[in-house]
């Protein structure tokens, strides 16, 4: 590779890693796939005929493509349960980390992930790919222009919905209802967009409580099938969202002041992967006698260069190389990583009191 590439190595050939790999081959700056390792040699080779990644090493463990020197950065698409054994070992190699959400089961374990890490000086950021999209930056600005007369106004309350509809196969077998793979089942994949959509909104500042909304639906291992949850920060703001793997595609984003507001209903994944759009309302209010509405809306498109994917592991492999040439890991991913990890694992613990108020601790 030439001095300026940034090779990953992938551990484990799951559907999600291969939209992954598919995604780096599309990168600008240099990032390529140079190693994949899975629990067998030939699940590796079909991943890499898969995907195109010709020019991959294909290895039958995990360790092997530690060893690789021409590996800088791993992708860690393992069950949550996995995630602190393989980082403490890519960590060893100095291997700067993409983690899969959710990084971890506990806050605890969150913080052991966090502290290996920085002490190895490597980069730590987790795969929330909408988080490094161009509209994402687009909304930011609309967000921040709330103080303007024509803005939206103070924020007050953000609203949030992931759900998709398991068939039986996912709901019998996939690793996200199995309590000892990804014990926070719908919480900690489709609730972890909807958690860090918050944060986000509200500029990362730290919520003060939260509380599961009454009804969490569990399944026979008891891991969790749909959740909601209101989060609390001062002044009353809020934010309210619901997750699932029992109702029909659904990925809507609310961000609401007291004059306008910013909506979507594709948050996660775009409708399309060359463009995006939301929508900004404002002068809300209805006609006379209240028989209709009046609320001004736009429509703002954003043309994507590339997917969100790709932009993520641009992300990644550019704050990588600056660590190797000198510079310190991005501490932004980590932390948004950390709060969003304690947030959801939050809502897992007032879901399995009763639904009580747990305050945060920080």
Sequence with gaps: MAESSFGIGILGAASIAKKNARAIAK????????????????????????????????????????NDAAVHGVYIPLPTSLHLEWVKKAAAKGKHILLEKPIAITAEVTDEIISICEEAN??????????????????????AA??????????????????????????????RVKKGLDGLGCLGDMGWYCVRAALWAYGFEKPMSVSAHAGPLYNKEGVLLHVGATIIWSDGRRANFQCGFDQALTQYLEVAGTHGTVRLDDFVIPYRPDKASFL?????????????????????????????????????????KAIKDGGKPEKH???????????????EQSASDGCKTKKMQW
């Design 27 to 66: 990168c600008r700056n240099g990032t390529v796939v140079v190693a994949v390792g899975s629990r067998t040699l030939d699940k590796a080779q079909a991943f890499i005929r898969e995907t195109g990644a010709s020019s991959a090493k294909a290895y039958g463990s995990y360790e092997e493509v530690l």
């Design 122 to 143: 490597i980069q730590l950021m987790d795969g929330t790919m909408w988080s490094h999209s161009d509209r994402a930056e687009r909304m930011q600005e609309a967000i």
């Design 146 to 175: 709330r103080l303007d007369p024509a803005g939206m106004g103070p924020l007050k309350a953000v609203t949030c919905t992931f759900c998709v509809a398991g068939d039986a196969e996912f709901l019998a077998n996939d690793i």
């Design 280 to 320: 900004v309302t404002n002068n809300h209010g209805f006609t006379d006698l209240d028989l209709a509405v009046k609320t001004e809306t736009e429509e703002r498109v954003v043309s994507l260069d590339v997917p969100q994917e790709v932009r993520m592991w641009e992300d990644f492999a550019d704050c990588s």
């Design 333 to 347: 991913w980590p932390t948004i990583a950390m709060l969003t990890q304690k947030v959801v694992c939050a809502v």
